[in-house]
């Protein structure tokens, strides 16, 4: 009797551990993939004044100054076979005298689409006017998903 009870207890132990792994397998085959973030390293990072049209009508928080409007530019390399979507850069920016441009943030901007092998990639940024150049731009990456994350699409306004 008591082998008996032994039995059926390891029978229905070994049962729970192969249903949890029957879960935890089927949790897997419907989960986003954890490694669908894949690093892109970006290299030649150089930043130029925006054209008029693409900084007009940029403020500042403090005051009514229209801050100073650029565009960085950078090559970026994705070493994976697949396009990658919602790509966020990350960098740190500094002024002319060594001070942080972006407070307690590192992320600078979002590519929406990054090709497999080498691209150039852009990202707008704004400057507070008070902030001397030349910029200097240290650390720059970004990371990217296989997948479409986001499903807004961003269509800049003709309105004036």
């Known amino acids: 009797m008591l082998n008996s009870l032994k039995a059926r207890s390891f029978v229905s132990l070994c049962s729970a551990f192969v249903l949890s792994l029957l879960i935890w397998f ?3 085959a419907i989960a986003p993939a954890a490694d669908a973030l ?9 930043y130029e004044t925006c054209p008029p ?3 007009k009508g940029t ?10 409007c650029f565009i960085v530019s950078a090559m970026a390399r994705n070493d994976s076979s697949k ?37 150039q990639i852009q ?4 400057v507070d006017p008070s902030q001397p150049e030349p910029l200097s731009l240290k650390q720059f ?5 296989a997948q479409q994350i986001r499903r807004e699409q961003i ?6």
């Not at 919602?86 to 689409?113: K, L």
């Not at 990202?123 to 704004?126: D, P, Q, S």
């Not at 990456?141 to 998903?145: I, V």
């Not at 269509?155 to 004036?160: G, Q």
Request: charge should be negative; aromatic fraction near 8%; avoid cysteine.
């Open 26 to 28: 089927g949790s897997l």
């Open 38 to 46: 894949t690093p892109v390293k970006l290299t030649d990072v150089t």
């Open 53 to 55: 049209e693409i900084a």
């Open 59 to 68: 403020v500042t928080t403090r005051n009514s100054q229209p801050a100073k």
């Open 83 to 119: 396009y990658l979507y919602d790509a966020d850069v990350f960098g740190r920016i500094y002024d002319a005298n060594g001070d942080t441009v972006f407070e307690n943030r590192g992320r600078i901007g979002t590519v929406a689409e990054i090709p497999p092998g080498e691209s």
């Open 123 to 126: 990202v707008r940024i704004t």
């Open 141 to 145: 990456k970004a990371t990217g998903f």
């Open 155 to 160: 269509i800049p306004s003709d309105a004036e």
